[in-house]
Nanobody, 120 residues
C-alpha cells in the first residue's frame, strides 16, 4: 500500500509558477514509479509527467514539455512538479499517482488531488 498526499496547489496568474508536492508513505517509495496527472472540468484525466524509480528518467506530455519539471527526493519520500509559465489551460485538479510499470501505464495508487487555477 502507498498513501499519497498532494499539496501546493492554488491560484496564480498566467505566466506564474507553482510547485506541487506529493508526500508518500507506506511501501518503499524508491521502489515505485511516480506520476502526475490532471483533470480539467468536463475533460478526462490526462497524463502530465512521470519519473523513474531512481529519478534518472523523466517523461512529459507534449503540452507541458519545457514548462514543467518532475523530480523526486527518495530520502524524503516526496515527488515534486515544478510548473512554470503557467497558462489558463493548465487549470485542473492535479493528482499524484504511484505504482505503474510504465510512465503512462496503469497506476495503483492515487492521491486526493490539489486544485490549480491559472487566471488570464
Amino acid at each position: 500500500q502507498v498513501q499519497l498526499v498532494e499539496s501546493g496547489g492554488g491560484l496564480v496568474q498566467a505566466g506564474g509558477s507553482l510547485r506541487l508536492s506529493c508526500a508518500a508513505s507506506g511501501r518503499t517509495f524508491s521502489s515505485v514509479l511516480m506520476g502526475w496527472f490532471r483533470q480539467a472540468p468536463g475533460k478526462e484525466r490526462e497524463f502530465v509527467a512521470a519519473i523513474s524509480r531512481s529519478g534518472d528518467s523523466t517523461y512529459y506530455a507534449d503540452s507541458v514539455k519545457g514548462r514543467f519539471t518532475i523530480s523526486r527526493d527518495n530520502a524524503k519520500n516526496t515527488v515534486y512538479l515544478q510548473m512554470n509559465s503557467l497558462k489558463p489551460e493548465d487549470t485542473a485538479v492535479y493528482y499524484c499517482a504511484a505504482g505503474a510499470e510504465e510512465p503512462v501505464g496503469l497506476y495503483d495508487y492515487w492521491g486526493q488531488g490539489t486544485q490549480v487555477t491559472v487566471s488570464s
